[in-house]
């Protein structure tokens, strides 16, 4: 039904920023959650930001409120993932996922069993 690519992620110096983008398949991407979600070697994935259907609800993990800003396009089928002051911490593989029956709110808290996911893209901020 859906797939999703993610890309923009690389190497970036501490206090700089990188976009990175996720391309969605299909004619139903309107109707999708979307949502972006990280993960460090070792760790456990991580929520960062979702965003609704019609791009008005937008949620953020505490660690990137004020740096981070997700948006989408619907008529491209792309949603997007503005990082700018990046810490080491912020040092993870980055996946994009979609979700059809859940709010923006909602998938914040529950990425376990959402529909689809991108295969990721990393991201290294170095100190």
């Known amino acids: 039904q859906v797939q999703l690519v993610e890309s923009g992620g690389g190497l970036v110096q501490a206090g700089g920023s990188l976009r990175l983008s996720c391309a969605a398949s299909?004619?139903?991407?309107?109707?999708?959650?979307m949502g972006w979600f990280r993960q460090a070697p070792g760790k456990e994935r991580a929520f960062v930001a979702t965003?609704?259907?019609?791009?008005?609800?937008?949620e953020y993990a505490d660690s990137v409120k004020g740096r981070f800003t997700i948006s989408r396009d619907n008529a491209q089928n792309t949603v997007d993932l503005q990082m700018n002051s990046l810490k080491p911490e912020d040092t993870a593989v980055y996946y994009c996922?979609?979700?059809?029956?859940?709010?923006?709110?909602?998938?914040?808290?529950?990425?376990?069993?959402?529909?689809?996911w991108g295969k990721g893209t990393l991201v290294t901020v170095s100190s």
């Open positions: 996922a979609a979700d059809s029956s859940t709010t923006a709110a909602t998938m914040a808290v529950m990425s376990g069993s959402l529909d689809y």
């Open positions: 965003i609704s259907r019609n791009g008005r609800n937008i």
């Open positions: 299909g004619r139903t991407f309107s109707r999708y959650t």
